[in-house]
């Protein structure tokens, strides 16, 4: 089964903290992607990576970077939190050949006050 | 531009009652149509795609390219079919990016 871990399940932060979230997974994925799920917006893409240090901005790339610095691994940075950040933020993996399934993380809801 | 609609936000039906949730696509060419389902406090997670042709917890899914329109349906609802469900679409090979429909939050009632 594949596995797809986001490091926390739930963070607070205050506005203007830089902001970490994490994502693994272990099954030698090629694409890793970051969306915000927000009521009534569906998933929108931030970044995706097809590569070790490849990136494309998605949908939404403003106040958002990331960092794929090994294969397994995909960061999303938030250089300097804001309030319209708060959301839940979910990864997701594919293999590339593999049919365009995506295998998502249990998500992290960031809250910025 | 390529582009997933689902047109309710909200579906409500009784046990027992048919359901369809629909999703219509804008795409020239030869897509590539996926179900996703997220039941309260899971993950997201494949429901089923058009290229599988197979149902998947009673559901359905037929891909007509005539009226691009990719419903996703069961004859008879359950209470632990409750949950959001999205439409995906993905040019044919792309092998790498989805194109999201908003969602459509399915409550059945006993």
């Known amino acids: 089964d594949v596995k797809v871990t986001q490091s926390s399940r739930y963070l607070v932060k205050r506005t203007g903290e830089k902001v970490f979230l994490e994502c693994v997974q272990d099954m030698d994925h090629e694409n890793m992607f970051w969306y915000r799920q927000d009521p009534g917006l569906g998933l929108r893409l931030i970044y995706f990576s097809y590569d070790v240090k490849m990136k494309e901005k998605g949908d939404i790339p403003e106040g958002y970077s990331v960092s794929r610095e090994k294969k397994e691994r995909f960061s999303l940075i938030l250089e300097s939190a804001s309030t319209n950040q708060t959301s839940m933020y979910l990864c997701a993996s594919s293999l590339f050949g593999g049919g365009n399934i995506q295998y998502f993380g249990a998500g992290t809801r960031l809250s910025v006050l | 531009a390529q582009r997933v609609t689902q047109p309710e936000k909200l579906l409500s039906v009784f046990k027992g009652a048919p359901v369809e949730l629909k999703c219509n696509y804008s795409?020239?060419?030869?897509?590539?149509l996926f179900w996703y389902v997220q039941y309260s406090r899971q993950r997201l997670q494949l429901l089923l795609r058009h290229i599988s042709r197979e149902s998947i917890k009673g559901f359905t899914a037929d891909l007509n390219k005539g009226e691009t329109s990719f419903h996703l349906k069961k004859p008879f609802a359950q209470e632990e079919d409750s949950a959001m469900y999205y439409c995906?679409?993905?040019?044919?090979?792309?092998?790498?990016?989805?194109?999201w429909g908003l969602g459509t939050s399915l409550a059945v009632n006993p």
């Open positions: 795409y020239s060419g030869s897509p590539e």
């Open positions: 995906a679409l993905s040019s044919a090979g792309n092998n790498r990016k989805l194109i």
